[in-house]
């Protein structure tokens, strides 16, 4: 059944719905830790969107930056792309990646980049049906321990 779908940029008094989501693709990083990515985030030039149903109720989310590259000048990266499992092969997804390939457009990016987990295939094949490609692979090095202990003071 075809939901109705709103999406609006949320703020830091959004801060709870996010972590929720935030928690559900991030298990293994306490919420006070995600607390604390995030608000340095929104000092970063980070924008988080929301897709709401019409009783409220949000459906997803999705963090955004704009950046610049050398490859693909003015692009939009989509940061923890998340739809609520409730409401997955509703439509919200495609509705969603669409108002976000617009704001793209709006903003004067050339490109859309996101990073996938390798094992979440399910995100993969939503994305191959949106249009998007692998280009390459993201590779990382960890150097610390970037969970570390929970005392943030």
């Not at 499992?85 to 108002?99: A, K, L, N, P």
């Not at 859309?112 to 094949?125: E, G, P």
Request: include cysteine; glycine fraction near 10%.
């Amino acid at each position: 059944m075809k939901k109705s779908i709103s999406f609006r940029w949320m703020t830091p008094n959004d801060n709870d719905t996010i972590l929720n989501f935030a928690g559900n693709l991030n298990r293994e990083v306490t919420r006070q830790r995600l607390k604390k990515y995030l608000d340095e985030m929104w000092q970063t030039g980070f924008k988080c969107a929301g897709a709401f149903l019409s009783d409220g109720t949000c459906a997803g989310i999705c963090g955004v930056w704009i950046g610049t590259k050398f490859y693909c000048g003015r692009y939009l990266e989509l940061d923890d792309f998340i739809i609520d499992d409730r409401f997955r092969s509703d439509g919200i997804g495609h509705e969603f990646m669409t108002w976000l390939e617009d704001y793209a457009r709006e903003q004067g990016c050339n490109t859309i980049m996101l990073d996938a987990f390798a094992t979440n295939t399910r995100s993969h094949k939503f994305y191959y049906r949106e249009g998007y490609e692998i280009k390459g692979y993201h590779f990382t090095r960890v150097i610390s321990d970037y969970k570390g202990n929970d005392d943030l003071t």
